[in-house]
Each structure stands twice: as C-alpha cells, then as structure tokens.
C-alpha cells in the first residue's frame, strides 16, 4: 500500500490516512513526504513494527524553541534520501543581569534582555517556517544619590540576549552585562545559556535508516 503526504500539515496520522486509503493493518505500506512538503511533529505510532517505510523527500521538523521533529514510536524503516529531518533551534539564553550600590539604599540594575527565538515550525496548520530571531537589548539604569565631584554617577547595562539556533542548532549565550561610572560595588547573577537544539529523531533505535539524509539536531 502507497500513501503521499502532498501538502504541508502539521501532525497527520500515518494510520489514519493507510487505513482511509484501504490499508488492512498488515500490508508493506509505504508513506512519502513529497518534495517542497513541510511536515511539522509526525509521532509514528499504532502500526505493528516493521510494516512501514517513510520516505522523505520534504522536511519533517519540529516547532520553534526546541521542538521535536519525528517521534518514533514503532520500528520501521525510514528513506530520508534528498529529505531533511531537523529539531527546533534552541532559544537564545538571556543576557546576564547587574545591580550595583553606592552609599546607602541607592541601587541601579540592568537587566539582561530576552534570548531571540530558535528557527523551526510555527505551531499552526499548515506549518510555516519561522527564522532564528536576534535577542534583545538589556537595560540600563542610573544610580541615584548625590552627585560626587569630578566623578559620573555609575550606570548598570544588562547583557544582550542570545541569538536563537538555526533549525538543529543550540541558541547562542546571552551577553555579558556591564557597569560604568562611580559605585562602591557590584553583583552579576543571572542565567545567559542557550537552548538546546530540539531532537530531530526521538526513538532513534527503532528506525532503520536506508538512507539519511540531512538529519539535524540531536537524537536519543
């Protein structure tokens, strides 16, 4: 049994579509992905281990920020020749934040800005793909309290967030905040990594791969 996947779609149900199309439960049954077609987080499930074959000549992928690209919950054969298969990149993490002090309860703080989006599938149907997003600006702010001569009164700038990971690809860290100017003293804190790239194959020991194509991202 022949099936096509001939449009971009976001989940669709092997089974459901072998058993509309006339599949008995325990014939070969085949699946394409056409070329040009993008499929958004296909779960393989609920047909007996090693009846299908998946061919993939389009890009099975997952969501924006990490998400998963094929889910394999059955064995089965997978022909990923001229095909992608990728994982949602990770967010960008965000930029470090800093406060600094001077004299008593005068206190300035930067906060780091956000991480920018990771690059894979919106989560509409049918999917579209979305680009790695730049991080924003941190903040900055001016501490108070009477001016001291001849000195700039100290300023606390938050880190820049991250870049987002192209599609298989960790989000960057975000940067390093930063002080200028007059204070007594300082506290950086913050977390500034990057997310990890979503899997491209979760259940990877139950796919038998004829041909591999460009698979990206991680696998487990």
């Known amino acids: 049994m022949y099936i096509t996947i001939a ?15 006339g599949w008995v439960g325990y014939e070969q049954l085949y699946c394409t992905v056409n070329a040009g077609v993008d499929v958004a987080t296909l779960t393989v ?44 990149g990770g967010q960008g993490g965000q930029g470090q934040n800093v406060s600094i002090f001077r004299g008593t309860g005068y206190v300035a703080t ?23 997003g730049s991080g924003s600006s941190g903040s900055s702010q001016t501490v108070g309290g009477p001016s001291i001569g001849g000195t700039t009164q100290g300023t606390a700038t938050g880190g820049s967030g991250g870049t987002g990971g192209a599609i298989g690809m960790t ?3 975000g940067g390093p905040a930063s002080t200028s100017g007059s204070f007594e003293s300082s506290n950086y804190y913050g977390t500034t990594t990057g997310e990890l790239a979503g899997y491209a194959i979760d259940g990877i020991a139950n796919v ?9 991202g991680r696998t487990r």
């Open 208 to 216: 038998n791969i004829l041909a591999s194509g460009s698979i990206l």
């Open 110 to 132: 930067g906060t780091g800005g956000a991480g920018g989006v990771g690059a894979g599938f919106n989560g509409a149907n049918p999917p579209v793909m979305l680009p790695a």
């Open 171 to 173: 989000g960057s860290n």
């Open 45 to 88: 499930s609920n047909i007996p281990d090693y009846l299908l074959t998946l061919v993939n000549r389009g890009r099975i992928g997952g969501i924006y920020n990490s998400g998963t690209g094929l889910v394999a919950s059955i064995k089965f054969n997978l022909d990923n020749a001229g095909g992608t298969i990728f994982g949602g």
């Open 7 to 21: 449009a971009s779609v976001r989940s669709p149900d092997i089974r459901a579509l072998a058993i509309s199309a």
